[in-house]
Nanobody
Framework: QVQLVESGGGLAQPGGSLTLSCAAS????????MGWYRQGPGKQRELVAS???????YYADSVKGRFTISRDNTKNTVYLQMNNLKPEDTAVYYC????????????WGQGTQVTVSS
């Protein structure tokens, strides 16, 4: 069992930046992938970005060029650097840990609210 704790959410102005952190209670170095999802008001949860065990990253089209995902296995932490934030980025952001890949069990954090508004 791995517990994930997100932090770093809050209120940002359009064009601003925030960095989310996801601290895991155990080692994530061997995990298949770590990811960030978000769920906006009235919307389904969607994958925002993910990073594989080998360091390959994926980004949703809506955040490409603005968000950067990274992982520090020495700290068991995954980050999401969010730049040039837009109002449509407003959502609850969730950290996800996938030890063995699609179709197997995974772990979720409790979520952190990001609000982009002037």
């Amino acid at each position: 069992q791995v517990q994930l704790v997100e932090s770093g959410g809050g209120l940002a102005q359009p064009g601003g930046s925030l960095t989310l952190s996801c601290a895991a209670s155990g080692s994530i170095s061997g995990f298949h992938a770590m990811g960030w999802y978000r769920q906006g008001p009235g919307k389904q949860r969607e994958l925002v970005a993910s990073i594989s065990r080998g360091g390959s990253s994926y980004y949703a089209d809506s955040v490409k060029g603005r968000f950067t995902i990274s992982r520090d296995n020495t700290k068991n932490t995954v980050y999401l650097q969010m730049n040039n934030l837009k109002p449509e980025d407003t959502a609850v952001y969730y950290c996800n840990a996938s030890p063995y890949g699609p179709g197997t069990f995974d772990f979720w954090g409790q979520g952190t609210q990001v609000t982009v508004s002037s």
